[in-house]
């Protein structure tokens, strides 16, 4: 910050950020939750002015966390990876569906890299994993890539065992009960 001169609370910020240490967090499981937790989180770190890069696999429609989380904007930047129709998983894959994943993976990697970010979330990269779209491999090399300073959360379903045993934090969510098998679908502002 060569030519400006620092207040003391910039001071403060300035060596808080210098001392972070940034972990690896997972949040899987089949319970509801997960990407709201990690949109929890990027809310708290907006809160203190960290900025947050949330690339989201599979998924191309609007919901209403995500059009919140675009009002916060610098603070909080959201690319979706996924096609604008919903992905089913019975479903054959175009050669798209790949290309889509391995270019979110590289934006990712991209946006980690940058020094911009205090936190990276890659939202939905455990079911791409497990739908063949990204390699664990390709992930792993993600996370050896992480600068020391960086948060990274990585959520979705069917977490590999290589991914869970590198994480620092694993929550699993659990569902004991959904509303679900009484045919209730998805509602605006709830699960969408």
Do not use: W
Not at 21 to 38: D, P, S
Not at 174 to 188: D, F, L, S, T
């Amino acid at each position: 910050m060569k030519g400006k001169k620092l207040t003391s609370a910039s001071r403060k910020t300035a060596k808080a950020q210098d001392s972070f240490q940034g972990y690896v967090q997972v949040y899987t499981g089949e319970g509801k939750g997960k990407t709201t937790a990690a949109l929890g989180l990027a809310l708290r770190a907006a809160g203190h002015g960290f900025k947050t890069y949330f690339g989201q696999f599979l998924k191309g429609q609007p919901s209403g966390e995500i059009l919140a989380a675009r009002k916060l904007s610098p603070l909080i930047t959201v690319e979706q990876f996924g096609r604008k129709k919903f992905l089913k998983i019975t479903e054959d894959f175009e050669e798209e569906d790949y290309r889509r994943a391995a270019s979110g993976l590289k934006r990712c990697l991209k946006a980690m890299l940058s020094g911009q970010y205090r936190l990276i979330v890659l939202d939905e990269i455990n079911v791409a994993i497990n739908l063949g779209l990204l390699s664990e491999g390709q992930v792993l090399e993600f996370l050896d890539r992480k600068p020391e300073g960086v948060e990274v959360v990585l959520t979705g379903r069917y977490a590999p065992e290589s991914i869970l045993a590198r994480a620092d934090l694993v929550t699993e969510m659990v569902c004991r009960k959904h509303y679900y098998e009484k045919g209730v679908r998805a509602r605006k502002g709830i699960e969408k």
